[in-house]
Every structure is written in structure tokens, then in C-alpha cells.
């Protein structure tokens, strides 16, 4: 059951402790898809209870298999006053190319007609792998609020296209693949939504600001460890149950058991993860 009264700390610790104040809701993560349109709508309003006035972006995923329900959920994340509102390609019935893609995205941004939409590209998990440089062309004209992109997706060629493109600098291309959003910096991403921003928001944030200066030396090395953590809980299995156990023991805040199909990160698992965090040592002393 999805547990309300622990957003509150959640937020705090993202805000405090991870120097964190964008969240973007009902994603994978968070295991959007899993859930009831009441679920979903009950986690949107209590992040933008909690948020107001200490988050400065509060996303909500809006995404579904059914397009009615995709449009009731827009419709919800406007009422309440969501920054933007996102959506992934539905994935059972799938389109087959963009005129299909853009059909059903335009359907439901058109419910919520003053907020930023976003496209969730993230082929891995839909299976849906219609280029975006593609999708691009004459988005603005089908939608209107067409903001951006979060691009999960490991094809960096795809991204830079879609950079190169956007010479007037009108949208905005959020990475999804934490091990290698350096690249993606360097071929121009101006942000990023992951999983592990939850607990190394605040080693992220420091890589970014060596990124900026630039000193890119100290980039990499950011970008190694977090590399070289993912790299050892890849090896041992990681998904959305394993995100939520370290996000648990690096947080102290209870994150719960995922829903089935997922089951729940072993104890094995933690304790390994656990020591593997512990053993980094960052460039700031942590």
C-alpha cells in the first residue's frame, strides 16, 4: 500500500541532505504503473502539499495504458498545480511511428493545456523505440506545451541529434541514465531525473558544478564512483526493490517493499550494497 505520511520527511531529507528540490512523481521509480488512478492522484496532491514552498519543480508522470485514464490523470496533475506533467509511450498496444506516438501524446496534453509537457522516452522498459530526433520535428506545432524530454535511453547519438537540433534552446533535455549522464552533459542535457539522485543527489550536484566550472577531472571522478557502485549492484541484481532498500538504509526513511510482481531486495543484497557505498571514498571526504 503506498505509505502517505512519510512524504513530508522524504521531502525535507531530498531538500536538506541531498541539496535536492525537483522530484518527479509516479515514475519507474516509483513505481507509477503499478499503481490505481487513486493511488496516483493521492501521491501527486501529497508531494505538492509537502513541496510547496521548499521544491521548486514537482513533475508528475501521467502516463498509462489507457488513453482515458492518461487524460483524467493530466487533467488531475493541472488542478492541483504540477510544474509538468510527463508521459511514456504506451506499451502493450504500442504506436508504430511518430504520426501514431504524437497522436496520443497530443490527446492528453491537450487536457491540461497551461502546463509544460514532457515526453518520457524510455524504450528499455516500453519497448517503444521510435527515434526522438524524429518525434522533434514540428512538435511545437501538434503540441503546443511540448517542454522537453526525459531521455532514458543509452543511445547518446539519438540525444545529440536532438541537441543539435534545438539551436534555439527551447526545450529541455532531462537524462535518465545516471551512470552516464556526464556524456550527456558534454553533448549538451541541461538536467537530469534518476533513481540515484535520491541518495547521491547531493555527489551528483557536486559533479555538475565541476562540469560547470569546468573542471573535468574532478567531473569524471564523480562519475567513476557512481559508476563503479552501480557497476557492483548491477552485478547483483538491481532494479526498483533494490533502489528502494539503499534509498532505506542511506535515508533512514522506511521506503517499503516494492508491489508484485517486483519482490522485496534480499538481505543479502543490503549488506553488500551497504558495504560497497561505505568502502567509496568521494572527493569532498565523504
Known sequence: QINLSVIHQ???????????KNVFVNGTTGEG????IQERKQLAEEWMC???????HVIVHVGALSL????????????????????????????TNKDELIAFLKKVASEAPEVPFYYYHIPPLTGVKIRVEELLDGIKE?????????????????L??????????????LYGVDEQLLSALAIGANGAVGSTYNYLGRKT???????????????????????????????????VAQTKAVMTFVSGIPMGPPRLPLVDASEEFIVKAKAKLESIVWPDGD
Open 68 to 95: 482515458p485514464e492518461s487524460q483524467e490523470l493530466a487533467r488531475h496533475a493541472a488542478a492541483i498545480g504540477a510544474s509538468g506533467i510527463a508521459v511514456i509511450a504506451p506499451f502493450f498496444f504500442k504506436p
Open 33 to 36: 504503473l503499478s499503481l490505481n
Open 160 to 173: 545529440a541529434q536532438c541537441i543539435n537540433k534545438n539551436e534555439t534552446e527551447q526545450f529541455a533535455f
Open 142 to 158: 501538434q503540441i503546443p506545451t511540448f517542454q522537453g524530454v526525459k531521455f532514458s535511453d543509452t543511445d547518446l547519438l539519438d
Open 205 to 239: 550536484n557536486l559533479m555538475l558544478q565541476a562540469f560547470a566550472k569546468p573542471d573535468l577531472r574532478l567531473a569524471r571522478k564523480y562519475q567513476f564512483l557512481t559508476g563503479e557502485f552501480l557497476n557492483f549492484v548491477i552485478k547483483l541484481g538491481f532494479g
Open 50 to 56: 509537502q513541496g510547496k514552498d521548499k521544491l521548486d
Open 10 to 20: 522524504y521531502v525535507d531529507y531530498l531538500v536538506s541532505e541531498q541539496n535536492v
